[in-house]
T-cell receptor, first 118, second 114 residues
Framework: DAGVIQSPRHEVTEMGQEVTLRCKPI?????LFWYRQTMMRGLELLIY????????DSGMPEDRFSAKMPNASFSTLKIQPSEPRDSAVYFC????????????????FGPGTRLTVL | AQSVTQPDIHITVSEGASLELRCNYS??????LFWYVQSPGQGLQLLLK??????LVQGIKGFEAEFKRSQSSFNLRKPSVHWSDAAEYFC????????????FGTGTRLKVLA
């Protein structure tokens, strides 16, 4: 299995531009999570999906952020317009409820997208 | 509300020395507890997890952790550290039943001296 795939790995953009981050979860996984990691705030959960449906978006910082999961194999996180304070590493993770631990089964993380907003 | 505290931001040990990374949690019921490791430039990888049963759990790469309910702790240990263990380590707790979220600690960065 290729694991969780994220693209791009690095993104540099200017303030005000739209940014789209992409994620392909592990095939067969029914949970998908978007996290943001910064030095100041650590690892924060932004939003998560179950069977392509957003379940909890309480971590999304503001209306400039949006996430979609049009099908089981693809999700996007969009920032429009981007601001310098959005600079961070964004991780996507997926998990499956199959197995002994149900929804608390291991989350598999992608390599992350390092976003720099100038 | 659930919370996770990792008191040590940085830890430095010599190669071959033993290691203990501390993690304290706040949770009303029996928690789901995890330790993840993040190597530089990489995503997080699960080291081990605890849900129930034996309070001493074994993980990958020679790591183990002990759940102590009385101390609300889930400390990570390794008897002999290797230079390749240099990374950042995150403790996490499964949030309230029904939400299936993890609450992550702020991480402990481990440096290994040759």
């Amino acid at each position: 299995d290729a694991g969780v795939i994220q693209s791009p790995r690095h993104e540099v953009t200017e303030m005000g531009q739209e940014v789209t981050l992409r994620c392909k979860p592990i095939s067969g996984h029914d949970y998908l999570f978007w996290y943001r990691q910064t030095m100041m705030r650590g690892l924060e959960l932004l939003i998560y999906f179950n069977n392509n449906v957003p379940i909890d978006d309480s971590g999304m910082p503001e209306d400039r952020f949006s996430a979609k999961m049009p099908n089981a194999s693809f999700s996007t996180l969009k920032i429009q317009p981007s601001e310098p304070r959005d600079s961070a590493v964004y991780f996507c993770a997926s998990s499956t409820t199959l197995g002994t631990s149900g929804p608390y089964n291991e989350q598999f993380f992608g390599p992350g997208t390092r976003l720099t907003v100038l | 509300a659930q919370s996770v505290t990792q008191p040590d931001i940085h830890i430095t040990v010599s190669e071959g020395a033993s290691l203990e990374l501390r993690c304290n949690y706040s949770y009303g019921a029996t928690p789901y507890l995890f330790w993840y490791v993040q190597s530089p430039g990489q995503g997080l990888q699960l080291l081990l997890k605890y849900f129930s049963g034996d309070t001493l759990v074994q993980g990958i790469k020679g790591f183990e952790a002990e759940f102590k309910r009385s101390q609300s702790s889930f400390n990570l240990r390794k008897p002999s550290v290797h230079w390749s263990d240099a990374a950042e380590y995150f403790c996490a707790v499964g949030a309230s039943s029904g939400t299936y979220k993890y609450i992550f600690g702020t991480g402990t960065r481990l440096k290994v001296l040759a």
